[in-house]
Nanobody, 117 residues
Framework: QVQLVESGGGLVQPGGSLRLSCAAS????????MGWYRQVPGKQREVVAT???????NYADSVKGRSTISRDNAKKTVYLQMNSLKPEDTAVYYC???????????WGQGTQVTVSS
């Protein structure tokens, strides 16, 4: 019942920054827990960061301290600001929406992030 569209990915040099955006439509945005996940070929999809309906945030250890997840309920958009990017951050990044926090929720199509010199 909710559609998600990610944007903001691209090619960036190590040490650079990106801000990913996930625009939602077709649902009551404020009742969804939101998250960013990433996946590389041959590996499981892993959580990067989450933000709950109440605004509480959590981060994977691998990005803690250099990433910030935020949400703008008026714009129905969730963001992921990533700084000090590393080649290990290269992946397809997916947006996830979980109505009342119920898994697995809904997924966007993904946006590619490539960190390379």
């Amino acid at each position: 019942q909710v559609q998600l569209v990610e944007s903001g990915g691209g090619l960036v040099q190590p040490g650079g920054s990106l801000r990913l955006s996930c625009a939602a439509s077709g649902g009551i945005f404020s009742i969804y827990d939101m998250g960013w996940y990433r996946q590389v070929p041959g590996k499981q999809r892993e959580v990067v960061a989450t933000v709950t309906r109440g605004g509480s945030t959590n981060y994977a250890d691998s990005v803690k301290g250099r990433s910030t997840i935020s949400r703008d309920n008026a714009k129905k958009t969730v963001y992921l600001q990533m700084n000090s990017l590393k080649p290990e951050d290269t992946a397809v990044y997916y947006c996830n929406a979980r109505r009342f926090g119920i898994s697995p929720g809904y997924w966007g199509q993904g946006t590619q992030v490539t960190v390379s010199s």
